[in-house]
């Protein structure tokens, strides 16, 4: 589990940078609302979703799924986005607001408000 202290400030910021990400890339942003609102349906963590993306050690967030094939599935969608020409960008974003965390990014990709986020919470 992450946990994360987020100033109103910074996100907004991050907001903005979604916003942008959006208006520049939106074929990219479309797949990313996508596998957000995937993982939030599946049930897995952010985090992990964040990890597959950007190449980084997942071990400390394995999904408990008992079907393989569902998480087969989960990490296919997952490359269909890694595929993307402009997938860089959405790796500057996630590495930006680092501090931010993988799950308050996909709530701000989701529609939340920067303001339903504010303070501590433990978004998986």
Do not use: W
């Amino acid at each position: 589990m992450i946990a994360t202290l987020c100033s109103i400030d910074e996100l907004k910021e991050a907001k903005k940078a979604v916003d942008q990400l959006q208006a520049s890339h939106p074929q990219l942003f479309d797949k990313m609302v996508h596998i957000a609102g995937l993982t939030r349906s599946l049930q897995l963590k952010y985090q992990y979703m964040g990890c597959l993306i950007m190449d980084e050690d997942s071990a400390d967030c394995l999904p408990n799924i008992p079907y393989s094939s569902v998480l087969r599935l989960y990490k296919k969608e997952v490359q269909t986005l890694k595929n993307d020409e402009h997938i860089g960008a959405l790796k500057k974003l996630f590495t930006t607001f680092k501090e931010t965390g993988y799950a308050k990014i996909s709530l701000l990709v989701l529609g939340r408000t920067p303001e339903s986020l504010v303070g501590f919470s433990s978004i998986k």
